[in-house]
């Protein structure tokens, strides 16, 4: 039996916590969204999110779409040809079009 293929979306670290128990499960994680990279601090230095940071580290794909509305993405997300997508503390609204993949 083949594994499960997960894409999963999350920003913060409460999100990298279960992208890491996705990952530990033996889940195949094939991509990961996360929140574009933003300048934070007083020094407005550019920071990876902790999900994008964790997804490096094991080499799973990272897209990092300002929105999920336009058929691009919409596109992207199909060729991944996931089971599943797990979805926590992403900080985008999902379209429809997106959930019906």
């Known amino acids: 039996m083949s594994k499960v293929r997960v894409v999963f979306a999350g920003t913060p ?7 890491q128990s996705v990952i530990d499960e033996g889940f195949d994680v094939v991509a990961v969204y996360t929140q ?12 990876q999110s902790p999900v994008k940071k964790l997804s ?7 897209f990092q779409p300002i929105s999920l509305k336009n058929p691009e993405q ?3 997300l199909s ?3 996931a089971d599943i997508l797990v979805v926590v503390a992403y900080g985008l609204i999902l379209p429809q079009t997106i959930l019906e993949i």
Not at 56 to 62: A, E, G, Q, S, T
Request: glycine share 6%; net charge neutral; hydrophobic share 30%.
């Open 74 to 76: 919409h596109e992207i």
């Open 13 to 19: 670290d409460f999100a990298a916590k279960h992208l």
């Open 36 to 47: 574009p990279d933003r300048p934070s601090g007083r020094g407005k230095k550019i920071n």
């Open 79 to 81: 060729q991944l040809n």
């Open 56 to 62: 490096l580290d094991y080499n799973i794909d990272v």
